[in-house]
């Protein structure tokens, strides 16, 4: 593993790579987050945000109470989500527990949805508390029943202790498991983490440790996918491919509800990173109940009015 | 789908719609509009377009301002309560707050700026001017100020043309809070918001003649300084007029504050928080179109990070959405008149002649109108004129120091000394450097912050006094040293 050359595994040279990231100034970051919130999409250019933003949902469903049934409803709405408009693109992909991978990847196949990823949580989702066999074997069944996008969750408890190399041990190895066969996503749960230097320093380790996407959040904790904590993971992964010319994702999660917050999310990507992350394969949103209000405000662009909410479909 | 990678914003322009711009106007005298005698244009500068004719007060006028002004002292407002001018001025707050949609629309009209601004800076902070100050009125017996403070009696006040109405405000509030009454001059270009500042005090129902507004342009300002009948001369512009301004009220009883120019030093040293010191510089320079006396227009920049810094620096100027100021997504809008236009064009080309390195954003300008790009200067030395005089535009000077030391003789080494601002994550660095700083406003890790609470005003050639806080208070009564 090359590392981009920019740690050679060491702990010593982790410390010396993440000691040379400059600080997150709390007020400035807020400021700017705040300021680029007041953005007024209107027209043809939130047309396109809402068509970009549903290509770009990971639809997803985390719960106890999952069933194949719910599973496969949850496939058919990522793949048409409005079954009366086929000019609706599919979302990105579904996201759901390890045990539901080959379910959701049949049905997917089955209904003409083999370009819509299965995206599975992994690493003793959410807390990543378990050992290290049990995180591998745990990514290698997802992986086995066709997973191809892993969202792992790092070990907040090393990251705050400062045993940084065992979390960026961690990602090497969960890497090696995803082989060719699946993108890596690296859940920081950023409500955990708190500060905007601890995201932006585990932006940097992640990255450099071999992830294809960062992320912030698992959904189970709240504050989540925040503006601010967007925003510097976007200067990150700007600043990465400065260094590297590595373009890797980000996956803002948890809290996106409404149009409203995606095209917030869209503006903060084109005006942090770049125009050239506005597309699925770098920009992911996590979310459930975003999708259907992305729906209810395309119809009312097309239709001039609001229409019931029993017109999109609840699942 | 069709992966287009461009997320172009469709224009999302505020209604003018709110505001009824007359084709004429007068003076505000004695609570009434009066008609003027000659009159002037004033232009959107964003479209060249005339919005109305302004008048120009002469003597006459002013003589008239300045006796209503007088007799509204000697027989109303200094016979009223604390409490009682208090009330006025929450009034008048809370109608500005109520029409601050009417108020920014015609700011960024007649002024250039981005709607933005005028509706996220200059209107809430103009109101909040007067909330605070109401606050004071009934309260100046307790401000430390002596035990019976005093209000001069009628003040002449002259503001400029780059905040019009946040500027009236601070000019205003405190002198009405301390019992003063009012004769005050907005600047040639940008007179329409002290007009309709003179509806709110009809509204407001203030007592007649305690504001008087009269329009013009230099000439009109040189009679409100020479007046006789004027007990205090507050002025905010340029360096120049400032010190005729001082040396005209040598000689007589006036008492004087001045808030003038400025050249203003951001630092950023190696350990700042770079992407929110960029946001900074950015800030810094390029808000209100770099139309700000306290503008942080030297960047001083440790050699160590100053290609990370510049880099950034271009990248962020990139995004600057430079047009329309009546978009809501404009962040940087009109110069506001040709005559400053061609003084940042003079200034700029003295930067090329001079040897610095001139790049400017890439934007595409409107063809009519007054522009100018976002633009900055490196390898920029002391001894050019782009880090020696006030360009008032969005210039930036970028010059780069190797030590602290270094780094706070070059912010000192001008005869201004308005604002500075320092970027670091180190506490007693910011804390260092703030002591050796000869400014009067100064911004850790943050610029272009402005709160009624915080005493604002310069060092040196960048004004006499302070306006804002507690000690804004003193340039309004009698016989208060200024602190």
């Given amino acids: 593993m090359s590392y981009y050359g920019l740690v050679d595994g060491t702990e010593a040279s982790l410390k010396k790579y993440l000691a040379s990231l400059s600080g997150v100034d709390q007020v400035g970051a807020d400021a700017r987050a705040a300021m680029l919130a007041t953005r007024s999409i209107k027209a043809a250019s939130k047309r396109w945000a809402i068509d970009t933003a549903i290509s770009m949902v990971d639809l997803t469903t985390l719960e106890g109470a999952d069933t194949p049934g719910k599973v496969q409803a949850l496939c058919s709405k990522a793949v048409r989500p409005d079954p009366t408009d086929s000019t609706v693109p599919s979302v990105g992909a579904v996201c759901v527990y390890n045990d539901m991978v080959g379910i959701a990847r049949a049905h997917l196949d089955l209904i003409g949805g083999e370009h819509v990823g299965v995206a599975a949580v992994s690493t003793a989702f959410p807390s990543g508390r378990a050992s290290m066999a049990v995180k591998i074997q745990d990514t290698q069944d997802a992986v086995d029943a066709g997973a191809s996008e892993i969202d792992m969750v790092i070990d907040r408890g090393a990251f705050l202790s400062g045993r940084y190399i065992e979390v960026f041990d961690e990602i090497v190895k969960i890497r090696e498991v995803c082989g060719d066969k699946a993108h890596l996503k690296v859940i920081f749960e950023t409500g955990e983490l708190v500060t905007y230097d601890n995201v932006r320093k585990a932006s940097f380790l992640a990255m450099a440790a071999g992830a294809d996407f960062i992320k912030t959040s698992t959904g189970k904790v709240a504050p989540a996918a925040t503006a601010p904590v967007v925003l510097v993971m976007l200067e990150a992964v700007r600043d990465f491919y400065a260094m590297t010319k590595v373009q890797i994702g980000v996956k803002p999660a948890g809290g996106i509800r409404n149009t409203k917050d995606a095209i917030k999310q869209l503006v903060l990507v084109n005006e942090t990173a770049g125009p050239e992350w506005l597309k699925p394969s770098l920009f992911r949103i996590g979310a459930s109940a975003l999708l259907n209000d992305l729906l209810m405000q395309r119809m009312k662009m097309d239709d001039g009015y609001y229409a019931s909410p029993q017109y999109v479909t609840i699942d | ?483």
């Fill in chain 2, 1 to 483: 789908m069709e992966e287009k990678l461009s997320f172009e914003y469709a224009p999302a322009p505020e209604s003018r719609a709110i505001v009824s711009i007359k084709p004429k106007y007068g003076h505000f005298i004695g609570g009434k509009f009066v008609s003027g005698n000659k009159h002037f244009p004033t232009i959107n500068p964003a479209t060249e377009e005339v919005l109305s004719q302004i008048a120009l007060a002469g003597k006459a006028d002013v003589d008239a301002a300045v006796k209503a002004a007088r007799k509204a002292y000697t027989t109303t407002w200094s016979k009223m309560s604390g409490k009682e001018r208090g009330k006025y001025l929450f009034r008048i707050a809370r109608i500005m707050q109520e029409r601050s949609r009417e108020f920014a629309v015609l700011e960024t009209l007649d002024n250039g700026k981005p709607i933005r601004e005028s509706r996220d800076v200059d209107v809430p902070l103009a109101a909040a001017h007067f909330f605070y100050h109401a606050g004071w009125a009934d309260k100046l017996e307790y401000a430390g100020l002596g035990t019976v403070p005093k209000a001069h009696g009628v003040a002449g006040q002259i503001i400029p043309w780059n905040f019009p109405l946040l500027m009236l405000a601070w000019k205003i509030a405190p002198a009405l809070a301390a019992g003063n009454t009012v004769v005050l001059k907005p600047a040639e270009t940008t007179s329409l918001t002290a007009l309709l500042f003179a509806e709110v005090c009809q509204q407001a129902e203030l007592p007649a003649g305690v504001v008087n507004i009269v329009t013009g342009d230099g000439s009109t300002g040189a009679l409100i300084v020479n007046h006789p009948g004027i007990d205090k001369i507050a002025f905010t512009g340029s360096t120049d007029v400032g010190k005729l301004i001082a040396r005209a009220v040598a000689p007589t009883k006036k008492s004087v504050t001045l808030e003038l120019g400025g050249k203003a030093a951001n630092i950023v040293f190696e350990d700042a928080a770079i992407d929110e010191a960029v946001e900074g510089i950015v800030n810094g320079i390029f808000f209100n179109q770099g139309h700000v006396c306290c503008a942080g227009s030297r960047l001083i920049l440790q050699e160590s990070v100053a290609d990370e810094v510049l880099d950034k620096l271009k990248n962020r100027m990139a995004k600057i959405r430079v047009g329309d100021p009546m978009d809501k997504n404009t962040d940087l809008g009109a110069i506001n008149s040709k005559e400053q236009l061609l003084k940042i064009r003079e200034l700029t080309a003295a930067g090329d002649s001079e040897g610095a390195e001139r790049w400017s954003a890439p934007c595409d300008l409107p063809g009519k109108g007054f522009w100018f790009a976002p633009t900055i200067f490196t390898g920029v030395t002391q001894a050019h004129r782009i880090a020696r005089e006030e360009i008032f535009g969005p210039v930036l000077s970028v010059l780069t120091f190797r030590t602290p030391q270094e780094a706070i003789d070059k912010a000192n080494n001008t005869p201004f000394g308005l604002s500075a601002g320092i970027w670091s994550e180190k506490g007693s660095k910011v804390l260092w450097a703030t002591q050796q700083l000869r400014a009067g406003v100064i911004w850790a890790n943050t610029f272009n912050k402005f709160d009624p609470t915080s005493p604002f005003g310069g060092y040196k050639e960048s004004g006499w006094g302070r306006e804002g806080g507690r000690h804004g208070l003193t340039a309004y009564l009698k016989g208060v040293s200024h602190e």
